[in-house]
């Protein structure tokens, strides 16, 4: 792993994975928008599909807390804030305007929080992660340390692409870029494991539980 301590890599992996949670689960948040508004019960099979407790009392309160509850560490917000806590000790690694898109992402989900039309504030903090990603492609210049914040992405994806029941050209272009990627970080993952993925992810033949088993547990961070 080169300069890179088990820390560091452990702090940079994490900043991928919640960077990316925020952005896929705020724009999967934005396609079920319309149908939690006409559906009473939508918002129950969103909770059972991100694998979050439903600790709501009714769809209001869904859509009022999910997003924007500091206090329930399964919201978008706590996870957004997760990803910058992993940004600000990275600081010197990934630079401060790479950072900055993290914070303003905040500042924007905040804005939404009050808005009265949030929808808006929230295509910002998208954007913003949107920017956060360029940042690091720009401004990140070791390859193994760009690569690692990238692993975490890619296996995010993929496990939320598996909850949303993606279609498998997606899943099959996340699982090709998961595998160049991986193999330039240096961290230790479980080959077989890998393989097994794979072959599901390309025969079509994905048994859920056990994919997402199977990327939970590829990489040893």
């Not at 407790?53 to 859509?63: A, G, I, M, T, W």
């Not at 600081?91 to 804005?111: A, G, P, V």
């Not at 808006?120 to 920017?131: F, G």
Request: glycine share 4%; hydrophobic share 40%; with cysteine.
């Amino acid at each position: 792993m080169g300069t890179i301590t088990v820390e560091k890599a452990n702090e940079l992996f994490w900043l991928g994975r919640y960077a990316e949670r925020v952005y896929t689960t705020l724009r999967e948040f934005f396609i079920g928008f319309d149908r939690m508004i006409e559906a009473e019960e939508a918002y129950i099979e969103y909770c059972k599909i991100v694998d979050v407790p439903n600790v709501y009392e009714s769809k209001r309160e869904f859509l009022e807390k999910y997003p924007f509850d500091t206090e329930n560490p399964d919201s978008i917000l706590s996870n957004l804030y997760r990803a910058y806590d992993n940004a600000l000790v990275l600081r010197d690694e990934i630079h401060t305007e790479t950072l900055s898109y993290i914070q303003l992402s905040i500042y924007d989900m905040k804005k939404a929080r009050v808005s009265i039309a949030p929808l808006i504030e929230m295509q910002k903090v998208i954007d913003n992660l949107l920017a956060f990603w360029g940042s690091v492609d720009d401004k990140v210049d070791e390859e193994k340390t760009r690569s690692i914040i990238k692993l975490g992405r890619r296996v995010e994806r993929i496990d939320l692409y598996l909850r949303f029941r993606m279609s498998c050209d997606k899943l099959k272009t996340e699982k090709n870029k998961l595998e160049k990627r991986i193999v330039r970080t240096g961290l230790k993952y479980d080959e077989s494991k890998l393989c097994e993925l794979s072959s599901m992810i390309d025969s079509g033949e994905i048994l859920l539980n056990q994919a997402i088993a199977l990327i939970e547990s590829l990489v040893e961070v």
